[in-house]
């Protein structure tokens, strides 16, 4: 089974691209985010965890956790940003690693992770892919399709890996700045290697 990591900056076009290779190609697709909510959820080993370290203070009435309450938390205080990241991250690790061996039926399996290179997820895959977009197209997308101010984008930028850190530990760029059948061909030619 091939297992392709997906990264790239905000509004490179990543669920585009994810959309494209579970359509075309029958890839099964994990995203980290998505697995990063379910493993804080009631009865998961995270949620007790969390619990004991931030207090039922940051329970919501249904007895799940308030994910804004607890982001207001822990982005004002790094260290508790810390010990959030060092409970929440090897278990969303440990089930997008249960969830690839599970996945038998597919000839292919795609991960993807806003912190992709940070946690290493590419430690485990064959192959990652950056998709790359331009800082002008990318800042266009975000403000026409999430509305975002120039300066929430520049705060989110800054944050990000450069363009430089993204190619030195990707194995393959899928270039999104032209047409959507640019980039679809550039995925057929991947796929297809």
Not at 26 to 49: S, Y
Request: proline letters at 1%; a negative charge.
């Amino acid at each position: 089974m091939r297992i392709i990591g997906v990264t790239g900056g905000v509004g490179a076009g990543k669920s585009t691209v994810l959309a494209y290779l579970e359509k075309a190609w029958r890839a099964r697709l994990i995203l980290a985010d998505q697995v990063g909510h379910e493993v804080m959820e009631p009865g998961e080993d995270a949620f007790e965890k969390i619990l004991q370290e931030f207090g039922r203070e940051i329970l919501t009435k249904e007895g799940t956790i308030d994910r804004k309450l607890l982001g207001d938390i822990v982005f004002a205080d790094r260290e508790k940003l810390e010990k959030l990241n060092a409970i929440v991250h090897p278990a969303v690790k440990a089930e997008i690693l249960r969830r690839i061996t599970g996945a038998g039926s597919y000839d292919c399996v795609v991960v993807e992770a806003a912190l992709f290179l940070e946690e290493n997820y590419d430690a485990f895959c064959d192959e990652t892919w950056y998709i790359y977009t331009n800082e002008g197209e990318r800042r266009r997308r975000l403000k026409s399709s999430r509305d975002y101010t120039d300066e929430r984008i520049d705060q989110i930028l800054r944050n990000q890996k450069s363009h430089e850190e993204f190619l030195s530990r990707c194995t393959c760029v899928i270039d999104n700045n032209g047409t959507a059948e640019d980039t679809c061909r550039q995925i057929d030619k991947r796929m297809r290697r």
